[in-house]
Structure formats: structure tokens, C-alpha cells
């Protein structure tokens, strides 16, 4: 019995594995060697038609997890949002479809002390005090059986491939006609092929489109609009905005694989918040459909499902502009220590953007540089600790008076936080001081390297090595430790 249960193992789900086995159970011992050759003709004929029929009861599935949550908007009041394609609008709490909307349709969402209230064509919504959704009609929920018997619910078949029999695999997006076998019967399984459903979103003096639902909700009393929609459709509204549309190939798939490892990771871990990422530099920029090219959509495309990981979890991708010939340990940087985040020497970041900048700062600059850390009348001098590479400053001492002629003494810790309480594009810098005659500091020029927190990997050195022909895994192994560079989103 055995033997059979290997003969179709990979070919069929395991709930059909387990009807297998049940009926072999049921066979006589007698009859067993005379039924054997029938019976597996049998079988492998039933096995090819059902692979045939129900392609994604074997399919090679994106787990229910690659969905994700960006806040798009905030506005005190209202937005507005008009329809491409038929949508309706659904009470999340409960699944409610509370309307039905055509296309080309204009509403208006505001907060009324807390309420939503939604006003279309011919039509008044509220109060609701929960999250109201807008989703593509057509969205059809299908219950996927995986080849291990996982039960994974998508909404969306993009990234979604089948392997028949005979080890052949196919994406169902590129399939015209698929047909399915249910308990009616055989049928067609309808499908909208390429019709792309778009929300156009006005908030704030600005209109975006965007794909997948918008989710309404009213967070600490302001109204918030988030873009709920696959991982894949996001990347597309990312790239282009992360890093320029026309760099080498395989920088972009890099840039791909970073930043989708970034939103998984993101996503697991603000399940209980109301959105996982926000569409500015403080996550990742995103500009929606309105900022998908052909090139950056391309390498989002090509590594469909690719993430990196470490001890079998999504990293802490973080990127940054240009390194400035050096990256950092996370802990320099920030606070917490990360195994994926560690300094090196970067030799592929060559640029004339970012190298060789000055800044100069008078004393009067530099008081009112440091007014969110204290309030210094005059400050006499400021001393540098630098990070393990020597080149970040990592923390920064100043000491000075009060405006009561007291000592006064401050430290600014972490490489970010210098970098953003003095306004520079990067920590990585030298400071030359002057000083009056008092003995006072009088100004400081700061010469500088890089762009941004130099912590994984940097974008202009993905362009560097890319050009030197390395690909985009080269790439990523090279800005991360440790980690391991996988399909199927590390299933």
C-alpha cells in the first residue's frame, strides 16, 4: 500500500492521498495482486483527469499572508474616491455588503465626529463606526487545497502556478479557460483576465490610483484611508519610487527582493494594527498604480516570491541611498543588534552624488540645531565617537551654558540620531572645528559621505555591483549576513 501512496505522492492533495489510502485499505487480501494492474490504470487516469480539471487543488500557492495593509491617506474631514470598475462597499466586522457601485462612480467619505458617512449617486451611508471596505465586485474568494493539505483562502490567482503529472508547471494568470470539477459537474472557471480594477483616491489636494480595496476607518478621531491589495501589485508602486526605473536589471530585482522581504516582515509584525506599512520614507515609498513602470514592474515580476531569510523568517531588509563606501551594524545605527544587519567595506558604492558634501554650521546654527535635546546659550565645543568601521559618528557629546550661565551637557546617541539632529545626509562625516577667541566653538564644516542610515543594502552600490555583472542574489547576499535567498515567499 505503500508503494501506491509513493506512486501519486506530489500528484495529488493530500486529502485526495488520504481516499486512496482508505480504499486499498478495503481490499481483500485475495484480490489484491489480480486488481493491482487495473486498479493503478485506474488511478493514474483519474489522477491525470482531476489534474487537468483542478488545477489549484495542486497548486503551488502564495500563502494567504501576502496581502498588505499602507496607509495611503490621512485627512481631518474627507476624501474622496471614484470607481474603475464595479466595487461595493463592505462592513469588515460583520462582511456586509452595504452597496453595490458601477463604474465611473464618484463618492465622498467624512468623518462626522467619528462616524463614517459615505454619499454617492443617489445614495446616503451611516453613520458606521467600524471599517468600511471598497472591493472589486468580482473578487471571488476560492478555498485552495495545497499540495501539503493546507486550506489557504486568496482572493487574487496572481503568483499562483500548477504542476500536472507529469511535472509541468503553468501560471493560472497566463491560462484563458480553466475548468474545475465540482459536485454539480464540470464547468468553466470565469475569470476577469486582465482587467485591472483601480480606485482613484483624492485626499489632501492629491489623486492617486490605486489597486486592490481601500479600507475607511477613523483612527485617534482623523479619517484614514489604507490600501489593502497582494504583495506583488504593491512592489509594483515601489520600485519605480525606491530607486530609478532606468538602473541595471538586476539592481531592480534586488531592490525587488529587499523591499518585498521588508513588507513580509512588516506584515507579521503589525497584525494588530490597522495598516503595515505607510506610503513615505518612514517604511517605503509607495505611489500606486500611478507609479508602476515597465522595467520595475519587470523585476518584481522575475522574482515573484523571492525573500530572504534568517532562522526561517522574513529579515529586517533595510536599504539605503548610498552608503558612502561603508555600511554599519545595526546597533550603531539604531538601537537593537540584528544577525542580517553588519558592517562592511562597500567598494561597489561609487558615486558623485553623495561624496565629498560640506555643511557649515555657525554657533547661533548649531544652538538651534540642538533646541529639541536643551537649550544651550553658547556651546564651547563638541566631541565625536565614531562606530566600529570609524567612520559614523555614533555619538556626540556637547557641552556648553545655559541660559542661566550653568554647564550644561548633552549626548546625541546613534548614528541616525545625529544624522537627523544636525540635518545631514548621513552620519558619516568630519567635523572641523573653529573657536573664538573666548574659547567658544564659533562654527563647525562637516565633510561627508553617503546618503541615508548606511544600514543593508545600498542602492548605489546594487547599481555598482549590477554593472560589474553580478545579479541580484550576488547582490543581496553580499549587503545581508546570514541569510538565505528563497522562492514561494519561504514556504
Known amino acids: 500500500m505503500v508503494v501506491y501512496q509513493r506512486d501519486v505522492e506530489g500528484a495529488v492533495p493530500s486529502l485526495f492521498r488520504m481516499v486512496v489510502v482508505s480504499y486499498y485499505t478495503h481490499i481483500n487480501t485475495e484480490n489484491y495482486i489480480m486488481k493491482r494492474k487495473s486498479i493503478v490504470k485506474w488511478l493514474m487516469l483519474f489522477v491525470i483527469t482531476l489534474s487537468l480539471l483542478i488545477p489549484v487543488s495542486i497548486a503551488e500557492s502564495v500563502p494567504a499572508s501576502d496581502t498588505v495593509r499602507v496607509a495611503v491617506a490621512v485627512s481631518g474631514s474627507s476624501m474622496e474616491f471614484v470607481t474603475h470598475g464595479e466595487y461595493q462597499i463592505v462592513e469588515q466586522r460583520n462582511g456586509n455588503v452595504i452597496a453595490q457601485l458601477g463604474s465611473n462612480e464618484r463618492w465622498r467619505v467624512e468623518n462626522r465626529d467619528g462616524w463614517l458617512f459615505m454619499y454617492g449617486p443617489g445614495n446616503i451611508l451611516g453613520p458606521y463606526g467600524g471599517t468600511l471596505a471598497v472591493q472589486a465586485s468580482s473578487a471571488v474568494t476560492a478555498s485552495v487545497i495545497a499540495g501539503e493539505g493546507n486550506i489557504l483562502d486568496r482572493v487574487s490567482i496572481r503568483g499562483m502556478k500548477v504542476r500536472d503529472t507529469f511535472g509541468n508547471t503553468v501560471t493560472l494568470a497566463d491560462q484563458d479557460r480553466l475548468r474545475v470539477l465540482s459536485a454539480t459537474g464540470t464547468g468553466e472557471l470565469a475569470m476577469a483576465g486582465n482587467e485591472t480594477f483601480l480606485l482613484s483616491l483624492s485626499a489632501n489636494s492629491l489623486n492617486t490610483r490605486y489597486r486592490g480595496d481601500i479600507l475607511f476607518m477613523i483612527e485617534d478621531g482623523t479619517l484614514m484611508a489604507v490600501n489593502r491589495l497582494n504583495v506583488e501589485d504593491y512592489l509594483r508602486g515601489v520600485i519605480a519610487a525606491e530607486m530609478p526605473s532606468t538602473w541595471p536589471e538586476e539592481a531592480l530585482k534586488a531592490q525587488a527582493v529587499t523591499s518585498r522581504t521588508y513588507a513580509m516582515h512588516m506584515a507579521g509584525e503589525s497584525k494588530e494594527s490597522a495598516y503595515d506599512l505607510t506610503s513615505d520614507q518612514y517604511t517605503q515609498m509607495y505611489r500606486g498604480y500611478d ?31 548610498s552608503s558612502g563606501g561603508y555600511t554599519e551594524n545595526s546597533e550603531d545605527v539604531w538601537l537593537t543588534p540584528l544577525p542580517s544587519i553588519k558592517a562592511r567595506i562597500d567598494s561597489y558604492d561609487i558615486n558623485d552624488a553623495h561624496y565629498n558634501w560640506q555643511v557649515y554650521y555657525s554657533a547661533y546654527q548649531l544652538t538651534d540645531r540642538f533646541r529639541n535635546s536643551a537649550s544651550f546659550k553658547s556651546i564651547s565645543n563638541i566631541n565625536c565617537v565614531y562606530t566600529d568601521t570609524g567612520t559614523r559618528v555614533r555619538e556626540m557629546t556637547v557641552i556648553g551654558l545655559d541660559y542661566d550661565d550653568r554647564p550644561l551637557q548633552i549626548k546625541i546617541s546613534n548614528a541616525d540620531r545625529v544624522r537627523t539632529t544636525l540635518g545631514l545626509k548621513s552620519a558619516l562625516f568630519r567635523m572641523d572645528k573653529t573657536f573664538d577667541e573666548y574659547n567658544n566653538l564659533s562654527g563647525v564644516r562637516l565633510t561627508g559621505s553617503g546618503f541615508g542610515h548606511g544600514l543593508g543594502m545600498s542602492q548605489y552600490g546594487a547599481r555598482g555591483m549590477a554593472l560589474e555583472g553580478y545579479d541580484y542574489r550576488d547582490i543581496l547576499r553580499f549587503y545581508f549576513t546570514d541569510i538565505v535567498v528563497v522562492g514561494n515567499y519561504g514556504e
Open 291 to 321: 507609479g508602476e513602470y515597465s522595467s520595475t514592474s519587470k523585476a518584481v515580476q522575475d522574482t515573484t516570491g523571492v525573500v530572504m531569510l534568517n532562522h526561517g523568517k522574513p529579515v529586517q531588509a533595510y536599504f539605503h541611498s
